[in-house]
């Protein structure tokens, strides 16, 4: 073969009569032509130095012929060739009837044209000298009116042919088979002769398109083209290029392709009102596309505001657990704090307090204290609590004053802590500056609002109260003494005592409670926060707090409840007196039991009454030293035979407190270490 490729190269000719034989005579090759015909046939390769060629004077051109098979190289189905164009091209005929244009290339390929009708590529590579294999054609677009008339054909879809807009599938049958050769016709016919009106022709504007065959062209300018496709009703579409000039199409366009990058602006004509539908159609696109463009940047608006608002929560629970790994630093080894229980606590999310409040409507509150307001609730989501569970939410008003420390603070303290008598946290909500807290629901309101209000007030018999006394007392014993902290409440009042539905109390609000640890008894502050009145002197004056902080806001509100009045709105006329200064005149005038509520002044309880008011005169003495401890003021609350001392003057005339000053309560002998039991008691 390297001998007859030789000879081609070498430009030796082989006549029709004579062909070369291999030496053991077992392959012939040669030129066969049919006889009379303008076409010599130059095999099925197009070797270099070759002339594929046709002269337009006079017909005569050279052209490849495919075998019929491999083993048969007689004349096969398939013929290439240059025909005579405005641009020459190479094309491929099977059967004679043209199947592919492959276009004008000036590099040196050699081509071969197998059984199938496929021209293969081959180039000679310098570096491995010898042929390499490049493409083949025709593939997929490449096939000549593959799509039929007015439909475009572009690699890579499925399927790849697709008419015009403004143009419909000939047969949707054979289109739906694959066979698009059939092409596409117009949905409505042009107005030639309606030029001008409202009605008229227009052109549909196709980008990157590989120009259909067998163009005119016409001498004007680029401003003229469009209207001199428009003079000429056979005109179908129209192209204007620098260097070709105007060209135009008419009739069938055959052979469009849409390129991917490539490709010129094709213009094809249609009728008015097709351009209508597809402008509408184009506008409705647009619309749209802008509209699911907003929606889309909604959405991820949302996103990042729900990713920040989480990163926040996080950020706020983080803060809860390193307040409580540094409550747990400041204690004794003996007391473990379980830290699981905060972090099983519930957080809640600002929207699902929202929803359940309604907004926080006013018909949901329940009260309005000096850190915010409370609401009333029956909760509906699950996975956080019981469907249907009441519940108070209390959303911390931002100019209370009480900041992020203090509802920390209360969150750790509240979750460490179990007692009938204190009110139970379900859940907390902390989001930017929204602070809310939500407690178990307690249908009795607060005792504040009990005896403020004279219908509810007269449910509150002497029975009633002095369970409420000692529910109180108990649950700051607890708070003292019983529970794994020592903790002081240093807010303890009428609005922060809540009864449930048996009128039990519960204490509530520990925003400012402290912490103590085993060995302390007392401490300082320089920022004094509380509400006056139920203060005692030397936290109010000095920045001292103790237990006995405690105790003394114990007695002003032991005072309320047997008084039925509030020490916040008592105002005695003749000598401007507060409560516990009132009820210190009328003791010290023998006329106790005038300061009692008229409500429950019965006979049979009058001794007990009058205890009350010794052991609440004693819980709001001067100096803390003075006052009992709340273990003691237990026990003297249920023993009635023994003998209390005498109470000092209460601490409504400021005194500066000395903490050196000796305690009756510290002389006492005692039966136990922890104050809940004594045997003997001596008075002054």
Request: hydrophobic share 35%; aromatic share 10%.
């Amino acid at each position: 073969m390297g001998r007859f490729r030789l000879l081609l190269f070498t430009l030796s000719f082989v006549s029709l009569r004579f062909c070369l034989v291999s030496s053991p005579s077992t392959f012939r090759f040669g030129f066969f032509s049919p006889v009379n015909s303008k076409g010599r046939y130059a095999g099925n390769a197009f070797l270099p130095t070759m002339t594929i060629s046709t002269d337009a004077r006079t017909g005569k051109r050279l052209i490849l012929r495919s075998w019929k098979s491999l083993s048969d190289p007689s004349t096969g189905r398939y013929t290439a060739g240059v025909i005579p164009l405005p641009f020459p091209e190479l094309a491929l005929w099977k059967d004679g009837f043209v199947s592919m244009f492959f276009g004008y290339n000036q590099s040196m390929y050699h081509f071969l044209l197998d059984t199938e009708g496929h021209a293969m590529e081959k180039y000679w590579s310098k570096v491995n000298q010898e042929w390499s294999s490049g493409l083949m054609f025709p593939i997929n677009c490449d096939i000549y009116a593959k799509c039929g008339q007015f439909s475009s054909c572009k690699s890579g879809l499925d399927p790849p042919c697709k008419c015009i807009k403004g143009f419909e599938p000939r047969s949707y049958e054979e289109w739906s088979r694959g066979n698009w050769t059939q092409g596409c016709v117009r949905k409505t016919p042009l107005q030639c002769h309606s030029n001008g009106s409202r009605e008229g022709d227009g052109f549909l504007r196709l980008k990157k398109m590989k120009v259909p065959k067998n163009p005119q062209r016409s001498e004007v300018n680029e401003q003229d083209c469009p209207g001199s496709c428009l003079r000429n009703c056979s005109c179908t579409a129209y192209f204007y290029d620098t260097g070709l000039g105007c060209l135009l199409w008419s009739g069938d366009l055959v052979d469009m392709q849409e390129f991917l990058t490539s490709g010129v602006t094709l213009h094809i004509r249609l009728a008015g009102s097709e351009l209508k539908t597809s402008s509408n159609r184009s506008l409705v696109i647009v619309i749209t596309m802008v509209g699911c463009a907003f929606l889309v940047t909604v959405i991820v608006l949302l996103a990042l505001r729900k990713v920040a608002k989480r990163r926040e929560k996080n950020r706020n629970a983080r803060l809860l657990f390193e307040r409580m790994e540094a409550l747990n630093s400041n204690e004794s080894g003996a007391i473990a704090v379980n830290q699981n229980k905060l972090k099983e606590l519930p957080l809640f999310e600002y929207e699902v307090l929202a929803a359940a409040t309604e907004n926080f409507a006013v018909t949901n509150k329940l009260g309005e204290g000096g850190f915010g307001s409370v609401y009333n609730v029956s909760f509906q989501v699950q996975g956080k609590l019981r469907e249907g569970q009441e519940i108070a939410v209390k959303r911390l008003s931002q100019t209370s004053g009480q900041g992020l420390e203090e509802f920390v603070n209360e969150v750790v303290v509240i979750s460490k802590l179990q007692h009938r008598n204190l009110v139970r946290l379900l859940g907390f909500c902390i989001e930017g500056e929204e602070r809310m807290l939500v407690y178990e629901f307690m249908p009795g309101n607060s005792l504040d609002a009990c005896l403020s209000d004279p219908v509810e007030q007269r449910l509150l018999d002497w029975k009633t109260r002095f369970n409420i006394i000692d529910g109180i007392c108990r649950g700051l014993m607890y708070l003292h003494r019983d529970s794994r902290l020592r903790i002081i409440h240093r807010d303890l009042k009428g609005s922060n005592i809540l009864l449930d539905e048996n009128l039990n109390p519960k204490i509530s609000d520990f925003g400012l409670a402290r912490i103590f640890r085993g060995n302390e008894d007392e401490a300082s502050t320089l920022r004094v926060v509380g509400t006056y009145g139920y203060m005692a002197p030397e936290y109010a004056l000095g920045g001292l707090f103790s237990e006995k902080s405690d105790v003394f806001s114990l007695g002003v509100i032991l005072l309320e409840i047997v008084s039925g009045r509030r020490n916040s709105s008592f105002n005695n006329d003749d000598q401007n007196l507060n409560l516990s200064a009132y009820a210190w005149k009328l003791w010290n005038d023998g006329e106790a039991t005038t300061l009692v509520d008229p409500v429950i002044l019965e006979e049979c309880f009058e001794n007990q009454i009058r205890r009350c008011v010794h052991i609440g005169l004693l819980c709001v003495q001067d100096h803390a030293n003075d006052r009992p401890s709340v273990s003691t003021v237990i026990w003297m609350l249920s023993t009635e035979n023994s003998n209390l001392p005498e109470p000092k003057q209460p601490a409504f005339i400021a005194r500066r407190v000395s903490p050196d000053a000796e305690s009756p309560w510290e002389s006492e002998q005692r039966a136990s270490i922890n104050n809940v039991s004594i045997t003997e008691i001596i008075g002054r």
